[in-house]
């Protein structure tokens, strides 16, 4: 069993940055891949970026790229996203996922409870 708190969620205007963070417990964070979703009123959840277990491979999906970044510390057990040039279409709820294999899926095996974000234009 993982569990899987996310945090620093919050409201910024357009152009702002936001770094979420996810903090791991329970087996070992590093034997796990880990990703970031997201889920806007209405639509389903969508894949945003995942990274491998040593932080060596990180996938994203065409609307994030080059404007946010997943990072990991597996001596902290927790995983990042660096979000910049925040625009308004990226308001929603942020999970945090973990799973044994990378993947840009949504088979992914535990969940976090997910962190607001709120951009404004």
């Known amino acids: 069993q993982v569990r899987l708190v996310e945090s620093g969620g919050g409201w910024v205007q357009a152009g702002g940055s936001l770094r979420l963070s996810c903090a791991a417990s329970?087996?070992?964070?590093?034997?796990?891949?880990m990703g970031w979703f997201r889920q806007a009123p209405g639509k389903e959840r969508e894949f945003v970026t995942s990274?491998?277990?040593?932080?060596?491979?990180?996938y994203y999906a065409d609307s994030v790229k080059g404007r946010f970044t997943i990072s990991r510390d597996n001596a902290k057990n927790t995983v990042y996203l660096q979000m910049n040039s925040l625009k308004p279409e990226d308001t929603a709820v942020y999970y945090c996922?973990?799973?044994?294999?990378?993947?840009?899926?949504?088979?992914?095996?535990?969940w976090g409870q997910g962190t607001q974000v709120t951009v404004s234009s």
């Open positions: 996922a973990a799973t044994p294999i990378l993947t840009t899926t949504r088979k992914f095996d535990y």
């Open positions: 329970g087996r070992t964070f590093s034997s796990y891949a």
């Open positions: 990274i491998n277990r040593s932080g060596g491979t990180t």
